[in-house]
């Protein structure tokens, strides 16, 4: 069953912490994907890998940076946590070829102070 | 600039009704348009899916309806039912691209 796991469900940080968010997946899939939602605004894409070390900037990628140094684990930073970054926090995967789906891990509630 | 427009943002159905959502798209390399259902506190989830190759599918109370002139494309449920009451976000992309392009979302309520 395909697997999409995130490091924590929920988070409390305060302003200027660094910030990790993990994602790992289990399918062996070449695409991972952040994104932040946020009531009324949808999902936005922040930052995407389509493999080991190479990453591409989404809409949002201000105030962020990944890294993904194995195919299976993709990682979200926020170097300097601001209360504007309190959102839900999603992670995803995909792999290439036609009906490229999307498998999404549970989310991780961020909230800043 | 969004390339998915998605409408409406909330719905109200009552149980036995019928729930409409409706996307609209721009780019014609799009081949690929799937449907997300989301449940609170859970991450969104594929419920169904149509390549530009066929007007409609069907799986079980949900059916999509996809226009190819129009660029638009349409998500049905029948006999609504209160555990539909979810988030739905329809999607789309190109083969090989990579990512999806995602529609804002539908808040979808069934009352019973």
């Known amino acids: 069953d395909v697997k999409v796991t995130q490091s924590s469900r929920y988070l409390v940080k305060r302003t200027g912490e660094k910030v990790f968010l993990e994602c790992v997946q289990d399918?062996?899939?070449?695409?991972m994907f952040w994104y932040r939602q946020d009531p009324g605004l949808g999902l936005r894409l922040i930052y995407f890998s389509y493999d080991v070390k190479m990453k591409e900037k989404g809409d949002i990628p201000e105030g962020y940076s990944v890294s993904r140094e194995k195919k299976e684990r993709f990682s979200l930073i926020l170097e300097s946590a601001s209360t504007n970054q309190t959102s839900m926090y999603l992670c995803a995967s995909s792999s290439f070829g036609v009906g490229d789906t999307q498998y999404f891990g549970p989310g991780t509630r961020l909230t800043v102070l | 600039q969004q390339q998915v427009k998605q409408s409406p943002q909330s719905l109200i159905v009552q149980k036995g009704g019928i729930s409409i959502i409706n996307c609209a798209y721009e780019?014609?390399?799009?081949?690929?348009f799937p449907w997300y259902q989301q449940f609170p506190g859970k991450g969104p989830a594929l419920l169904i899916a149509i390549r530009p190759d066929v007007s409609e599918k069907k799986e079980g109370r949900f059916t999509i309806s996809f226009n190819k002139s129009a660029k638009q494309f349409s998500l049905h449920i029948m006999d609504s039912q209160p555990g539909d009451s979810a988030t739905y976000f329809c999607a789309a992309s190109s083969t090989n691209a990579g990512k999806s392009t995602f529609g804002d979302g539908t808040t979808l309520t069934v009352k019973p």
């Open positions: 399918m062996d899939h070449e695409n």
């Open positions: 780019n014609t390399a799009f081949d690929y």
